[in-house]
């Protein structure tokens, strides 16, 4: 399967600033990806979906002002939660599919918003 | 549209006995299902997955499942839980026949008592 890799693991922030995750897909070229976020003891809701050289598209409820998705690469795709909010404190997931058929998860990403 | 039921937040089994996880299924479609399972603080890892072949799936550590179309199921099951099983575990259905969005249940905790 596709390996998947995110950075940073765990991330502290003020409230009021900017943080970027990145994630990489290390073996396999991704026109799509997608970005998940799982607030504690609730199950994973996608946010968005990466695409490559083109913009993304959001689920419904998740501003895409206050999250903004970068994929200028077929290999890397960044989330920056922008203004953070304490509220914003999540676990935030991105994958990789390689076929319509599965998903491969990066390790995730704990923020946490001070 | 898609949806999947996990019922049971909390599981707790002894070790060396069966492990029953329930997800349920709706869907207008021939569905795709998926187990993942997630250990604390990392991604998901796919466990196994369904995708209209046959109807009862192996997968890694021993889990396995069916896919019960009379019953709308695909419950996870494995015959002897060992200490190392314990995590969350999530059914998933994918979202849409050409994209890979997956939409998750609410987790199943699973603890196994020694």
């Known amino acids: 399967g596709a390996v998947v890799s995110q950075h940073p693991s765990r991330v502290i922030c003020k409230s009021g600033t900017s943080v970027k995750i990145e994630c990489r897909s290390l073996d396999f070229q991704a026109t799509t990806m997608f970005w998940y976020r799982q607030f504690p003891k609730q199950s994973l809701m996608l946010m968005a979906t990466s695409n490559e050289g083109s913009k993304a598209t959001y689920e419904q409820g998740v501003e895409k002002d206050k999250f903004l998705i970068n994929h200028a690469s077929l290999t890397l795709s960044t989330l920056t939660v922008t203004s953070a909010h304490p509220e914003d404190s999540s676990f935030y997931i991105c994958?990789?599919?390689?076929?319509?058929?599965?998903?491969?998860f990066g390790q995730g990403t704990r923020l946490t918003v001070v | 549209a898609q949806s999947v039921t996990q019922l049971g937040s909390h599981v707790s089994v002894s070790e060396g006995a069966l492990v029953l996880l329930r997800c349920n299924y709706s869907s207008s479609v021939p569905p795709y299902l998926f187990w993942y399972v997630q250990y604390p603080n990392q991604g998901l890892q796919l466990l196994l997955k369904?995708?209209?072949?046959?109807?009862l799936v192996k997968g890694i550590n021993g889990f396995e499942a069916e896919f019960k179309k009379s019953e709308t199921s695909f419950h996870l099951t494995k015959p002897s839980a060992h200490m190392s099983d314990a995590a969350e575990y999530f059914c998933?259905?994918?979202?849409?026949?050409?994209?890979?969005?997956?939409?998750f249940g609410t987790g199943t905790l699973l603890a196994v008592q020694p």
């Open positions: 369904y995708t209209s072949a046959a109807t």
């Open positions: 994958s990789v599919g390689q076929s319509n058929t599965e998903a491969f």
């Open positions: 998933a259905v994918m979202k849409g026949g050409a994209t890979n969005k997956l939409i």
